[in-house]
């Protein structure tokens, strides 16, 4: 049968880590696409031991029932206070929506705020699905400069004077594809600036915890007055993807929107992972754990540095991100196609990259590449960087 | 700050039964509202020991990363097997999306197909989430009328050739919120009209293992050779609706198209609880538990009828499902109101239904109501029953 497919779909692909995880996970690559945290730093005895607890106590029931959409009270009491480690303090339970993975927060943001022909204001580049999430509202994403210590605020402005966008949507702290932050003053001025044009920020940061270098900085939301900061948390980077738990964080109206879309979407979150998530906060698990695997990601920032300096082309600039998981990289003035040059790298280097294109609104970036590097173990990425070095001399 | 919301979003007030099961979690009020499984029927002793085999086993690892967006195969293919028992045959993992809950395979279909001003046909009345789903979709729910044994096909027909839907949604088998189910034959041509008309049935089948009494009846999906069905299964209401896992089973185009679309929204489905329902299955836990919970529900029915008939005014007329969790009854020729007289009731019986208007697509059914049976222990059956019909007798 001939099926009749939304519009909105029809603009969406699968996504490009998504399809290239799976090919990966056939096995025999060194993967540098994925943003997983590191697999043998995972806290496994930890999850195992409290999951126990919550089972075999009489929390089972509740757990195994229906919640309500926002989620467990007490877990959404234990964000809050979580929060106030990123500057976003005064806050309680009820300001805390549980998601399903942090991206669901962008998504309950853009279906909360964007109709069909709206505007949406990125980083270019930014994160990929907050591109897919974009157009699956029928709405257009927009790139804005960026500059040093952050968003270009002149062509921020200009941007919101010409498009009247609905939000603005960045990852200001070890940006995900660029490893980038933006100042304490570029964040200010972001919420100002978005505040006077009536436009909802949409933070997403779920990588700020995993600084290994350099001062921490608090988020945009911290230096929200008027309201217009939706903070979105994670704890896919520092606990568990796999548990798929997030929180949004955001005024009574917009958070009290987002609540009534997720009640269509998928009821609530699921209820034994948010109780771990709760436990996991309330006894500190989470803190000894970043503790634990910073030291082990700075190590491998720094090898992942060393061999990129190395072994890549002369032409290929990449930054030097303080904490997260990525690195992102440039062939400047180089005529190379990272996206039609993928599965030939695949093939030949057995070591898999993001192509940069992918994080552009406007399809740019095909000279650029996002690598992870708290995955793959230091072994891997010194054969998997030197392999991809000398593909990418072969083809310069 | 004046916030600019979308405007599928001004359709969308919270959902009834999420509102009301919030009043009621603050505890001692008599709930016939949820769609809730018994508290005390949960398989949680199993829960608890085959987590904990997976957590202390090497599985711990892949559980707790990332996992591709169609959730874990080995539990895919263990889905496809138990569909079989739905009639569903002839497929493997690769025709199996897990979803986080039953109902996000409805929020994926309708996302997949409507568009802003599409029709989408409903059984009248129907699931009223399904009703939300289609608003924030900006599409229009037309109702169908019911019938003996289905759905009128010949008011399908019509309205078919009226609206020219995208889908059809139909819970053919003890219907949420009627309890009734839809005979072999009316399947079957349902599954016929619609492929002639290239309309879409999305098939939400959570209930069918919960049949205590009767013939089972096999899906739509069994009859379906055009490859127009949607089939849509649920382990909420067999294991847990805290888990929130789901399958969604479709032609490969259709699959696809509800996997690009679970990519932006989720990501991937809890993986710690695909990976014990696909253990639940493999070790025929589901089935045995089943079987421990019908001979309850069957007593729980039968009671609940019982105080029906003793209790309600003489105008009330219900259904007699032969399984699934809801029972629905209409005060016939009555000046009733349930939804304007719902917080009454709570106040005064300390027991809480569904009023029925939230289950039509046309806001009638404003003299019917939806009790669940299977979550309230006998004597608050009785007791709650009890204060219902005295309730009600003093408003006729």
């Known amino acids: 049968m001939e099926y009749r497919f939304s519009a909105r779909m029809g603009k969406l692909s699968g996504n490009a880590t998504r399809e290239i995880l799976k090919l990966i996970k056939r096995g025999g690559i060194i993967s ?22 919550i089972l075999n106590s009489p929390r089972v029931k509740e757990v195994m029932q229906y919640d309500v959409t ?26 805390v929506q549980i998601v399903s993975g942090g991206q669901q927060g962008i998504d309950l943001a853009c279906r909360a705020l964007l109709d069909k022909g709206d505007y949406a204001l990125v980083e270019n580049p930014t994160y990929l699905a907050a591109l897919q999430i974009v157009a699956s509202c029928e709405a257009e994403a927009i790139g804005v400069k960026a500059a040093a210590g952050g968003l270009d605020l002149n062509d921020l402005e200009d941007k919101i004077k010409k498009y009247n966008p609905k939000l603005l949507y960045v990852v200001p702290t070890f940006s995900n594809p660029t490893g980038g932050s933006y100042s304490a003053d570029n964040r200010k001025r972001i919420a100002e ?37 939706i903070y979105l948390t ?18 009574p109206d917009l958070l009290r929107r987002m609540t009534v879309c997720k ?29 634990k695997v910073l030291p082990i990601y700075k190590k491998k920032q720094k090898l992942i540095v060393e061999c990129l300096d190395r072994y890549m082309p002369a032409c290929y600039r990449h930054t030097d991100p303080e904490g ?38 406007d399809d740019s970036g095909h000279d650029c590449l996002r690598l992870n590097f708290s995955n793959p173990s230091e072994t891997d990425i010194e054969r998997g960087i030197k392999g991809l070095g000398s593909f990418f001399k072969k083809k310069i």
């Open 324 to 361: 997260g998981l990525f690195i992102w990289g440039r062939f400047e003035g180089a005529k190379i196609d990272t996206q039609t040059l993928l599965p030939e790298a695949i093939e030949t280097c057995k070591a898999a990259y993001v192509q940069g294109n992918v994080f552009y609104a």
């Open 193 to 229: 600036l978005t505040a006077r044009y009536g436009v909802v920020v949409v933070e997403d940061d779920p990588y700020a915890k995993l600084r290994f270098t350099g001062e921490a900085v608090p988020s945009i939301k911290s230096t929200d007055k008027a309201g217009n900061v």
């Open 32 to 53: 540098f696409a994925g943003g997983l945290p590191a697999g043998d730093m995972l806290p496994s005895a930890e999850l195992a031991a409290v999951t126990a607890e």
């Open 263 to 291: 009640q269509g979407i998928d009821v609530h979150t699921n209820s034994l992972s948010v109780a771990v998530i709760g436990e996991f906060l309330k006894r500190g698990i989470i803190a000894r754990h970043v503790e």
């Open 70 to 95: 926002e989620g467990a009270p007490e877990t959404r009491a234990e964000i809050a206070e979580y929060l106030g480690g990123f500057g976003v303090r005064n806050i309680g339970a009820d300001d």
């Open 234 to 251: 994670s704890f896919s980077k520092i606990v568990s993807p796999g548990m798929r738990i997030g929180a949004a964080c955001a005024a």
